[in-house]
């Protein structure tokens, strides 16, 4: 990828329009007016658990400075838009429809100046006086980012009821189980992916530490410019079943309630600018027992986890339909709140498990249900015992 120092003329050109601006706020303001501003569209971690809609320190711009063409009538900017505009890359990235194929949004450059240049000097100064090296490390973000070819997209589904004391988990395919971001949080809060409750006012969220971890992966797109020639889909979402097939392993290897909520796309917070939104696919959500949360603690646990994730996806298995219908029991189980329904879903699972799937008919049902168990548990290291206590535990 090409690198901002390869134009030298440009740099100059943008550091003088950003003195000029400078100079004309301070001459007819004084000093920056800078404090807290609520920001629905950005959910801001306070605490491991609190998330604010509020910008702690916002500069309040002057009126007029949002305004499009607020820039145009300084000649400094005429400067710089004739050489973006002979520039065979940068031309096309600014003032123009930018995004990948599925979306793109309308790139103003008046608009990026001031949001990704003057704003960010201002907040840091928290003046109007021009700082060289704040500006060098937002005007090489800048062109860095105008300069990219590709978009980095990011699609994950949260889960709720779920820790571990891994940093991450690598999958098959590409796919991570990783603690949520902070823009990721934000917008799961935005799209209710995430459960939680307003605290001291509607700009205080608080989400538990038990639902800020996802399934995730990213995919990069070439850069598109220009108008849309026509309508193409994301390909979205493409996490949902793995998200399902994972909880599946996690209540088989580790018990507990954890459930996927609902699959979102972002643009990778590394992108600049990052300004795509993001999307949701608005599915039904469960309830998850943050009581009987699900914990991932053990190197063991996670062999075992990714082995039994594979083997879910596998034809034989997707096809075994006794089977299903125990996994299906089971998973509900790990979802009732009482303990006498989860008894009743694990009987119903069992029976599919080690009656009919093994096409037994007739009477006896209670005794083969108990040898599958017996030889399922014999080794099970929580419940230490041997496969002749658990088989007797039928006639308790």
């Not at 083969?368 to 929580?382: Q, R, V």
């Amino acid at each position: 990828m090409e690198v901002a120092q390869d134009r030298p003329e440009l740099r100059a050109a943008v550091e003088r329009l950003t003195l000029a601006v400078l100079d004309n706020l301070a001459s007819r303001d004084g000093t920056p007016a800078i404090g807290p501003a609520q920001d629905l569209r950005h959910w801001q971690r306070f605490t491991q658990t609190s998330f604010v809609a509020l910008q702690t320190n916002a500069w309040h711009m002057p009126d007029g400075v949002s305004t499009v063409g607020w820039l145009d009538p300084f000649p400094e900017m005429a400067d710089v838009r004739k050489l973006i505009s002979a520039d065979p890359v940068l031309g096309s990235r600014v003032d123009n429809q930018v995004g990948p194929e599925f979306s793109r949004n309308f790139r103003r450059l008046d608009w990026l100046l001031i949001q990704q240049l003057i704003e960010p000097i201002v907040r840091a100064t928290r003046s109007y006086r021009f700082d060289n090296t704040v500006f060098d490390s937002h005007y090489r973000r800048l062109t860095a980012g105008l300069l990219a070819d590709e978009v980095l997209m990011v699609e994950f589904v949260p889960l709720n009821a779920f820790n571990s004391q891994f940093e991450e988990v690598h999958l098959a395919d590409g796919l991570t189980l990783r603690p949520m971001t902070d823009l990721q949080m934000s917008a799961a809060i935005r799209v209710q992916g995430v459960p939680g409750e307003f605290g001291a006012g509607p700009n205080a969220f608080e989400v538990s530490w038990l639902n800020q971890w996802a399934v995730v992966t990213e995919q990069s797109f070439p850069l598109r410019t220009g108008p849309l020639e026509r309508t193409t889909a994301a390909p979205f979402p493409i996490l949902q079943k793995p998200a399902n097939q994972l909880v599946q392993a996690l209540r088989i290897v580790c018990g507990g309630s954890v459930i996927a909520t609902r699959p979102i796309l972002v643009q990778h917070e590394d992108d600049f600018p990052a300004d795509l939104g993001e999307s949701a696919l608005l599915a039904p959500v469960g309830v998850a027992d943050l009581d009987r949360p699900t914990y991932l603690v053990s190197d063991s646990e996670m062999d075992d986890v990714r082995e039994i994730y594979q083997s879910l996806g596998e034809p034989a298995v997707r096809g075994d339909r006794a089977l299903q219908t125990a996994l299906r029991r089971l998973m509900a189980s790990g979802s009732r709140n009482l303990v006498q329904d989860r008894l009743i879903d694990l009987m119903t699972s069992a029976e599919a498990l080690f009656v009919k799937r093994a096409g037994i008919t007739g009477q006896g049902k209670g005794r083969h249900i108990a040898m599958g168990a017996s030889t399922l548990l014999k080794d099970d290291p929580i419940l230490a015992t041997d496969s002749t206590r658990i088989y007797e535990c039928r006639r308790s």
